[in-house]
């Protein structure tokens, strides 16, 4: 009797949770959990095991053999989703450092396209050729106009003569002496006869540490006689080796001449500005610094 009342008991507290198959598996269980201890507590009230031996007693967990999973299957499930997540997560972050990585591959080709474009005149196109077949500022950051005719219109003097120039001690090297030579020409404000000393020394010690110095200066000579479309030909031609000593300079003195000229161009000698820092981070300093500084406020570059 007691049996029958039990299993009676058992499938009405059953029928309706299987009735309801369509709930989730986890639901389905914990109510069906529910019902079975509803169905001890009426069995057993008060849990009287003194009248008689309940028929339902608490289950104890059997030995795990060697060799079998500890966890079942959904909490495999799980572990497994974990993993899983965290991979996802590494990927992740791997796939945002290789983005960063390409936007600074991005930037410092933005960079080279910008000097070379700077380089090759894209930006204002090639010079329209003059008398001659010469490109007039060919490879300049801006269409250089040929120099106007006359007598003495962008005359340079011819080479000076030995006794011309202020003497020089001999250093034992011919370049230096010839662009000291230069120098002292330049700083008489002997300007046509400094250029053309300078330019010699240049042609003829091309290899020379102070070749770079002399065309840069030869370039500042023409700058500081008003002379300043032969200015910007010459001091870019001296940007043109990366590796001279006053490349760097030339690039500041260039922007000095694209805003002297007539009309002025403030835009080209920002982007010389932009250049020389995008090129040269580590060189501006000290002097340089301070007339980058004040070359770019008298041009008001951002």
């Excluded at 380089?119 to 106007?148: D, F, H, I, S, W």
Aim: some cysteine; charged content about 25%; hydrophobic content about 40%.
């Amino acid at each position: 009797m007691k049996t029958a009342i039990i299993a009676l008991l058992l499938l009405s507290a059953a029928a309706p949770a299987l009735a309801q198959q369509d709930l989730p598996i986890e639901g389905r269980v914990g109510k069906l959990e529910k019902e079975m201890k509803a169905v001890q507590r009426k069995v057993f009230p008060g849990g009287a095991q003194q009248f008689f031996e309940p028929e339902i007693k608490p289950q104890v967990a059997p030995a795990v053999a060697a060799g079998v999973p500890a966890d079942t299957p959904v909490a495999d499930l799980s572990r497994r989703v974990d993993a899983l997540e965290k991979a996802l997560a590494a990927m992740t972050g791997q796939v945002e450092q290789n983005s960063f990585n390409l936007r600074k591959l991005e930037d410092q080709f933005a960079k080279m396209k910008g000097d070379a474009e700077f380089r090759l005149n894209v930006l204002e196109g090639k010079a329209a050729p003059v008398a001659g077949g010469a490109p007039a500022g060919a490879n300049l950051p801006y269409v250089v106009p040929p120099a106007p005719k006359g007598p003495t219109a962008g005359t340079v003097a011819a080479a000076p003569t030995p006794g011309s120039a202020a003497a020089v001690t001999p250093s034992g090297d011919p370049g230096k002496d010839a662009y000291l030579a230069g120098y002292a020409l330049w700083e008489q404000k002997k300007y046509p006869e400094a250029v053309a000393a300078l330019k010699a020394m240049a042609a003829k010690y091309p290899k020379n540490k102070y070749a770079s110095y002399a065309r840069n200066l030869a370039g500042r000579a023409y700058l500081d006689n008003g002379q300043y479309n032969e200015a910007i030909r010459e001091l870019f031609d001296n940007t043109k080796d990366e590796a001279g000593e006053r490349a760097p300079h030339s690039y500041v003195y260039m922007a000095q001449a694209l805003m002297k000229r007539k009309p002025p161009l403030p835009d080209k000698a920002c982007q010389a500005y932009e250049v020389l820092l995008a090129k040269y981070p580590d060189k501006v300093t000290g002097g340089l610094a301070d007339l980058v500084t004040r070359g770019k406020a008298d041009a008001k570059c951002k």
